[in-house]
T-cell receptor, first 111, second 112 residues
Framework: RKEVEQDPGPFNVPEGATVAFNCTYS??????FFWYRQDCRKEPKLLMS???SGNEDGRFTAQLNRASQYISLLIRDSKLSDSATYLC????????????FGAGTRLAVHP | NAGVTQTPKFRILKIGQSMTLQCTQD?????MYWYRQDPGMGLKLIYY???????DKGEVPNGYNVSRSTTEDFPLRLELAAPSQTSVYFC???????????FGPGTRLLVL
């Protein structure tokens, strides 16, 4: 079983739609989680960190459920510019900020 | 402030050739990392460094070597290129062990 698993998609949604991505992780020792965004043929960039209490950044809401080992990302009012691959990332202890990347979920927003 | 820079952007190698992928950061970050990303896959850690003179293996180190003689530079060496090393290579850096990682633009490598 992969340490971080995501539905690869693609998710094809119209502009203005609300879309949710899920991610599960297998290592209960994981310390923190992130969502990264990766545009086609570009480097990953941090979208937001994920906290147990849930956190929101504009149209984006992230949630962590440690009991179920589950992370989610909700995007409201989708824009064309949201089209990208979203990477679920877990950070594990080890002294060097070890990141485990999911394979990513592809989102395509169409007019 | 250029952040993390990588050269070359793209390279084609023949089997058995060697090359060095360059990575430089100007943010005075202590931690640096090399990842590879295969199509449809997540990033896999090849090597990392927690400071000048200190390097260690990640998940997929075979076929690669690194060095860290300065804080700024973290080159990745492929000694005998193999088709399995065809991938996109990303370098990243971070100030501390719990800080956000910043990625370079990547190097696309094709081994034929």
């Amino acid at each position: 079983r992969k340490e971080v698993e995501q539905d690869p998609g693609p998710f094809n949604v119209p502009e203005g739609a609300t879309v949710a991505f899920n991610c599960t992780y297998s290592n209960s020792a994981s310390q923190s989680f992130f969502w990264y965004r990766q545009d086609c043929r570009k480097e990953p960039k941090l979208l937001m960190s994920v906290y147990s209490s849930g956190n929101e950044d504009g149209r984006f809401t992230a949630q962590l459920n440690r009991a179920s080992q589950y992370i989610s990302l909700l995007i409201r009012d989708s824009k064309l510019s949201d089209s990208a691959t979203y990477l679920c990332v877990g950070a594990f202890s080890g002294g060097y900020n070890k990141l485990i990347f999911g394979a990513g979920t592809r989102l395509a927003v169409h007019p | 402030n250029a952040g993390v820079t990588q050269t070359p952007k793209f390279r084609i190698l023949k089997i058995g050739q060697s090359m060095t992928l360059q990575c430089t950061q100007d943010m005075n970050h202590n931690y640096m990392y090399w990842y590879r990303q295969d199509p449809g896959m997540g990033l896999k850690l090849i090597y990392y460094s927690v400071g000048a003179g200190i390097t260690d293996k990640g998940e997929v180190p075979n076929g690669y070597n690194v060095s860290r003689s300065t804080t700024e530079d973290f080159p990745l060496r492929l000694e005998l290129a193999a088709p399995s090393q065809t991938s996109v290579y990303f370098c990243a850096s971070t100030l501390g062990s719990q800080e956000t990682q910043y990625f370079g633009p990547g190097t696309r490598l094709l081994v034929l």
